[in-house]
């Protein structure tokens, strides 16, 4: 509730200094002119609703063209769609804006020639919602568009596969599950949960391959586990507890509470902004996300502060021990969502 608050607060705050920039122009310096005079504020009040406007469009663009774009690697290039967001932003708020104040001019008698818009209002107007979009581009967990989503979307980021309490127990049996990467007991007791649309499964003991996770999600009330199939499970532990140091060394942090097998990894991002995972495991990873592009996207999502590190451990891998990615951990009383 509290983290909500804050975001609309700084919301409201951008939306009126945007507005006032609008309606001052060139001449924003001069607030105490503004401020005193007292035509000055019906006009600002507008202005705020239509920058609203304005700034719901161009994320709403966003979030269509950049955070909706197809799952599978060969989908639109990064590049493409940047460009199609930016020309499409600017000129969807352009031609709005235009025709909003035409309707203004034309009552009061004006045009945009007599009014000088076009070298002042004008050039001002598209340097600033320019600078919106590459605001929006660079850091989009500020915008309400993207806030929306996340919440639209089953989980979020910082709450990928949080442990949730089983509403309705499916069924219970014995069971051996065998992949790949996964070796179960033979006789154990697994239980299938429902809630929210996705399931679990809870798990006596499994062992998984060193060399087979992808990713390491350490949070508060326990460690996801996510391994190349797609799979992901949960358990209720802290990360020292699960690996030693030298089983750590082969997972580079990313982000803050995030780590990728380095086993996996040919380059800190991709051109996607995203991990930079070898093609094939990514490619697998993605054919069996049950949930949203975005919140894949988001989970694959690299903080910069982390890309200089990841280049280096890339680099340096070839010095860590290769017989550690044949070990195997041994986990009990494990979640598995899917």
């Not at 001449?27 to 035509?39: E, G, V």
């Not at 930016?86 to 020639?113: D, E, K, P, Y």
Request: charge should be neutral.
């Amino acid at each position: 509730m509290m983290d909500a608050l804050v975001f609309a607060l700084k919301y409201v705050v951008r939306i009126f200094i945007i507005a006032y920039l609008l309606t001052t122009n060139w001449r924003f310096l001069h607030i105490k002119d503004y401020l005193n005079a007292p035509k000055f504020w019906p006009l600002y009040w507008a202005t705020c609703v239509a920058v609203l406007i304005y700034m719901g469009i161009i994320e709403m663009l966003y979030c269509v063209l950049v955070l909706n774009h197809s799952r599978r690697t060969g989908g639109t290039p990064r590049l493409k769609r940047k460009i199609v967001f930016f020309v499409m932003g600017i000129t969807i708020v352009t031609a709005i804006n235009l025709t909003f104040l035409h309707f203004i001019f034309s009552t009061a008698r004006h045009s945009f020639i007599s009014a000088g818009y076009w070298e002042s209002g004008f050039v001002f107007f598209l340097l600033l919602f320019i600078a919106y979009e590459v605001w929006i581009w660079y850091r989009p967990r500020t915008t309400l568009g993207f806030w929306v989503m996340e919440r639209w979307v089953a989980k979020v980021v910082q709450g990928i596969e949080q442990k949730a309490s089983p509403s309705s127990v499916i069924c219970t049996e014995e069971v051996a599950l065998v992949d790949t990467d996964i070796a179960l007991s033979d006789e154990i007791q697994t239980e299938i949960f429902t809630k929210k649309g996705f399931a679990q499964i809870f798990i006596g003991e499994v062992s998984i391959l060193l060399m087979d996770i992808l990713l390491i999600i350490s949070q508060r009330d326990g460690v996801s586990i996510y391994v190349r199939s797609g799979r992901c499970f949960f358990i209720e532990a802290k990360l020292a507890q699960l690996f030693n140091e030298g089983q750590l060394a082969w997972f580079t942090e990313y982000r803050k509470g995030a780590r990728v097998g380095l086993a996996h990894l040919v380059s800190a991002v991709d051109e996607d902004g995203l991990l930079g995972l070898d093609k094939h495991s990514l490619k697998v990873f993605r054919e069996v996300w049950e949930k949203s592009a975005l919140e894949l996207d988001s989970l694959l999502t690299v903080s910069p502060v982390y890309i200089d590190r990841i280049e280096q451990q890339i680099e340096n891998k070839e010095q860590l021990g290769k017989a550690v990615l044949s070990q195997s951990i041994q986990l009990k009383s494990v979640i598995e969502n899917y």
